[in-house]
């Protein structure tokens, strides 16, 4: 280790995006700690950095979807619609970055290539792709949920002579698609948002869809005086609000169940949730996602609505031919995206009935050989969710990697620590409530909970925290199980399990019991003590208890 005193720190955060920004100011400011942020791209905004393509822009409705540490930033910042687009969020965080002078402490260009454990030293060496090295003794990750592009392994793609962009990892400047023949490939939330925006300017838009989707109508608005005011004047109520709610969402999830109501009183509730839009439609009844026929009530609804929507009845047939329960895949809200099928110039492939075969220089043939041409690929296919950020970091000790620890799937305990690497802390791991949630609330939480803690080791003498091997293997059955009482593991495709990617071991990731009981399991962990976690003090001492926690029944599905 070449070690001075320049490069070692208390503390090393991994990412400059929600996470990262707010975890630094917590270390720095509040603990006094010497801190540090390693960022792969040149600025600030984490996967608002990379997400820019046609359309991005957040499902979180804007009172919602900022930071609510700090009243002041609060009441100084102001959104201009009711969704806020990825400028706006960069804007925002750019604010946030500059108002608590966070900048200094960034290392901007430096992408990650290894985070390794020194059992001697008791510091982590974190290395950069150029060659840097620089040690700490507490190691957070900030590095996203949705953060590893998925480029499918389609074959030919490099043999195509056109341009060819995934959303996630979009250029710095606009496309102009005027005259360009744009084929899509993806029908998730990115592709859904993506394809209206395209078509407003390309030559011919085609669509490649292999799983169909529902979406409910976004209703995006711009923000008028007065609701502005409100939300800056209304920081306590909303700052609880989001605090309580079991999505981390500025509304409340209503307590009734889809068949105790009439069938007249069904459709009216549902239709007013059509109409108010975006993610509350989710929030209508309780039971949507635990009852198949609550579930199925809603899918006929939005099936009827789609089919209302487009004109051509077999487009209509291939776009609601959906398979899963609405919901299990993560919803997606739009703007005019079935519509968009209605315009002449943007067709609809189903690859269901006729998968890609392979992309040629000109274009993507399909098996049964029809081949369409095209000038521009777009991947809206995702990424390798949740542990791919992760395991990209190629974290390890002298006994062993995360790789290996996670073959079989994510282990942790409580999403944000894992066996066998000490004083490592994950911001929104698979394991907790993370993309079930609105993520500012749920990385605010994490960030307090990572830094009270780390709080108490310093006060407390302890150099190293490590979660018990008996907590993970509690906390991720309590997962599974929480899942597995949802239609949330029902699902072929979806990235909640892991199975948008090939060899993928199939495991529902994120943690599906509600943020607000999450919150409270987390105090409750922390108030005693820290049950589950070894803490060692410089003599070595064990002073952890044993973990009795005991997985709760109560689960609440977040959006
Ligand atoms: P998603 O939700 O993972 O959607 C990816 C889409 O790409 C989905 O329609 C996939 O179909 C499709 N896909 C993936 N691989 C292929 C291949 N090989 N061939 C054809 N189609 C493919 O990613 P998004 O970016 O839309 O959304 C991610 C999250 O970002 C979103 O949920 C929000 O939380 C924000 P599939 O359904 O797998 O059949």
Known sequence: MNKNLNNVYDALVIGAGFSGLYQLHRLRDDLGLKVAVIEKGADVGGTWYWNRYPGARCDSESQGYAYFFSRKLHENWQWSERYPGHNEIRKYLNYVTDSLNLRKDIFFNKTVSKCSFSEDAKLWEIQTENGDARYCKWLITAVGCLSAANVPNIQGLSRFEGQWYHTGKWPHYDIDFKGLRVGQIGTGSTGIQAAPEIAKTCEHLTVFQRTPNYSIPARNSEWDALYTDWVRSH???LKALVRSTPNGH???????????????????????????GGLRFRGVFLDLLTSQTANSAAADFIKSKIRQKVTDPATADILTNIDHPYAAKRPPIDTHYFETFNKDHVTLVDLQADPIAEIVQNGITLESGTHHELDVIVFATGYDAMTGPLLNLNIETAKASLKS??????????????????????????????????????????????????AHCLETGCTSIEAQEQSAEIWTDHVRETADATLLPKVKHSWYLGANIPGKPRVFMPYAGGLNIYRKICDNIAEEGYKGFDLISDKTHVISKPLDFKPSEGFMFGV
């Not at 073959?407 to 409530?433: K, Q, V």
Request: proline letters at 9%; a negative charge; hydrophobic letters at 35%.
């Open 235 to 237: 920081y306590e109520e």
């Open 405 to 454: 620890y996670w073959g079989g799937g994510p282990r942790n305990y409580l999403g944000l620590a894992i066996p066998g690497f000490p004083n490592l802390f994950t911001i929104t791991g698979p394991g907790s409530p993370s993309v079930l949630s609105n993520m500012p609330v749920s990385i605010e939480q994490h960030v307090d909970w990572i830094t009270e803690c780390i």
């Open 250 to 276: 500025p509304f409340r999830i209503s307590n009734n169940l889809t068949m105790e109501v009439s069938e007249a009183e069904r459709q009216k509730m549902f239709e007013a949730a059509w109409s108010d």
